[in-house]
């Protein structure tokens, strides 16, 4: 496309690309009325707090003391919903049960503990996924989680993290409850425990999913289950992208399918507002189930056939009866992303093809291409026009191609940040979405990822 053809391609293409753009940014805004701030009374004695913290907190009041799960991201959301509950319940609270380890679901714990020192119950696996990267070094993905979750972008490009309000830590807060007071007294040992604590009878049982010491809390008396992260109103996350440690989807979906089988009348998920009446919960957790089954079966029938992971996003399409179903939109966790750890957890990082085995450095690909596009000026004037008509991942890509040959250019910098923000503004993924304007402010204002928070 010649330059001069750019601005009525623009003109024709603004209207309905304006549209699509609101269109996304405004599903994501409307999301969040699922983690607006309240205290949902689930049933009889159980009350959960959602949009205080990132993550719920759940009171269920006993006889002669109460029991908290999971205690949400930060002291200060954690003392503020011990506050709520207090309105429902003076009495000490006797238990603390953590669905799983990850640092918004146990940070508050501080708040609960009162003068009597609680059980705080856990998966034998508690910390599992946090502890080979620790033990290994890894530290790059603080990074990509603070990309991931936009903790470095203003409030007004933050919209929300698809399940959760915005919130932006403290510097120095600790990942995880992994202080003296705070950490596991008790564990789950096996496949299923029943504890009675104040008067309630509960049963812990181990569900790998989102984690591998997740364990899901079904308080029969109530009829309540309380799913942890193997449940939130949002495609799940079946890989997320600031990187972790493989996810079996597989033992996803069968730890879904033991949660629908206690028939419950009401379910508690990690984040957003609590799904109540028993048809409805029986609905959700068989439509949730069936995804996460589908990815696994649909990706491993594609793997069988020899298809690689940039094929099989295509090859795995959810159905329509599921696509449809609002709390399996991608808010949170992509199904793509589902479809390349399905593949990448039985067969790692080789797709199969011999042409990847020992593929050229990014440099000498970059090199041949520029040579192929006639030159730096061509392969730069292509990536704008990419850029005019809003092509915005071929823009991203061609930038990368000149990048790959001189890190600091200008001109590919500037396309790249706005094209990854042109991407960032038609996604509905708060993750992705994040993701892409953090690493658009670090092109456009040359910070340094590894730098401090600003
Ligand atoms: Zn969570």
Request: proline share 6%; charged share 25%.
């Amino acid at each position: 496309m010649k330059p001069r053809c750019i601005p009525l391609a623009l003109f024709l293409l603004t209207p309905s690309l304006v549209a699509q753009e609101d269109g996304a940014t405004r599903r994501l805004t409307e999301q969040a009325r699922h983690f607006e701030e309240r205290v949902v009374h689930v049933t009889d004695n159980v009350f959960t707090a959602v949009g205080f913290s990132v993550s719920n907190v759940s009171m269920i009041v006993g006889e002669d003391g109460v029991v908290i799960i999971d205690t949400g991201m930060s002291l200060d959301d954690a003392q503020r919903i011990a506050a709520e509950f207090r309105k429902h319940s003076d009495k000490p609270v006797k238990a603390i049960v953590f669905t799983h380890s990850h640092g918004d679901h146990t940070g508050g714990t501080a708040a609960f503990l009162g003068d009597g020192r609680p059980e705080i119950w856990a998966h034998a696996n508690f910390g599992s996924e946090a502890r080979p990267l620790v033990e290994g070094g890894v530290t790059f993905q603080r990074v990509r989680g603070a990309r991931q979750a936009g903790f470095r972008l203003p409030p007004e490009e933050r919209i929300n993290n698809g399940i959760a309000p915005v919130r932006y830590p403290k510097r120095g807060a600790a990942a995880f409850a992994s202080d003296e007071e705070t950490k596991p007294t008790h564990f789950l040992e096996g496949e299923r425990q029943a504890i009675e604590v104040a008067g309630i009878e509960l049963e812990l049982v181990s569900s790998p999913g989102e984690t591998n010491d997740q364990l899901f809390v079904w308080y029969p008396a109530g009829r309540v289950l309380f799913a942890g992260d193997n449940f939130y109103r949002s495609f799940p996350n079946l890989y997320a992208i600031r990187g972790t440690p493989s996810r079996s989807v597989r033992l996803w979906a069968d730890s879904l399918g033991k949660l629908a089988e206690h028939g419950a009348d009401a379910l508690v998920g990690g984040h957003t507002d609590p799904v109540l009446g028993a048809s409805e919960v029986a609905q959700v957790l068989g439509d949730y189930r069936d995804a996460v089954r589908f990815v696994h079966d649909k990706t491993v029938e594609g793997m069988n056939k020899g298809l690689t992971p940039d094929e099989l996003v295509e090859y795995v399409q959810l159905p329509e009866r599921l696509a449809g179903k609002d709390y399996l939109q991608p808010f949170y966790g992509h199904p793509e992303w589902g479809v390349r750890s399905v593949f990448n957890g039985y067969l790692g990082w080789f797709d199969g093809n011999p042409t990847n085995l020992f593929r050229l450095s990014p440099k000498s690909e970059a090199e041949r291409v520029v040579k192929l596009a006639g030159g730096t000026a061509a392969l730069l004037e292509s990536a704008r026009a990419a850029l005019a008509t809003q092509d915005n991942q071929w823009a991203a890509q061609l930038a990368d191609y000149l990048l790959a040959i001189d890190k600091d250019d200008s001109d590919a910098k500037r396309i790249k940040a706005d094209a990854l923000t042109g991407l960032a503004r038609n996604m509905v993924n708060a993750t992705a979405r994040n993701y892409c304007l953090t690493v658009a402010r670090e092109l456009r204002e040359g910070t340094d990822p590894n730098g401090p928070p600003e």
